[in-house]
């Protein structure tokens, strides 16, 4: 009689404890299909700014090793001049880089000029450009 009572307690117990079991992997935190594509737009768009960030370091690095060979190779940079000359120029004065001798980049080259007692033209000669290397 036993043997008989078992199967009829003993199934519905596992089914019982099955639905729970699911219910509970149910109701886990399990991200939506909107959710999931949320995070990985936002991986992709910080992906995409680690890797224009590693660019533009490694683009400052050549352009500074390019620019600061020898003093002797620096050209004189003045105003409407434009370039890879001018952009090392902004680095060093630590403006924004635009690459174009402009008006703020004129004020600051005079500003440092005056400062370091130079002849306050607004160009860069060989004289300005060994301070500049000199204090950065």
């Known amino acids: 009689m036993f043997k008989k ?3 009829f307690l003993f199934y519905p117990i596992v089914i019982i404890l099955f ?5 509970h992997f149910k109701h886990m935190d399990v991200l939506s299909n909107s959710e999931a594509a949320e995070i990985d737009r ?3 768009v910080e992906n995409r700014l680690n890797n224009s960030a590693n660019t533009h370091e490694m683009k400052d690095k050549s352009l500074q090793q390019t620019a600061s060979q020898t003093t002797s190779d620096l050209p004189n940079v003045h105003v409407n001049d434009n370039g890879k000359y001018v ?3 902004q680095t060093l ?3 924004p880089e635009d ?10 080259v005079v500003e440092f000029q005056l400062t370091n007692e130079l002849d306050p033209d ?12 000199k204090e950065s």
Request: aromatic residues 12%.
């Open 42 to 44: 936002f991986l992709m």
């Open 19 to 23: 639905l729970v079991v699911m219910s």
């Open 93 to 95: 004065l630590n403006i």
């Open 122 to 133: 607004g160009v860069v000669d060989q004289q300005t450009w060994n301070k500049l290397q």
């Open 99 to 108: 690459g174009v001798y402009g008006q703020e980049t004129y004020d600051k």
């Open 87 to 89: 952009r090392y120029l």
């Open 5 to 7: 009572i078992v199967p």
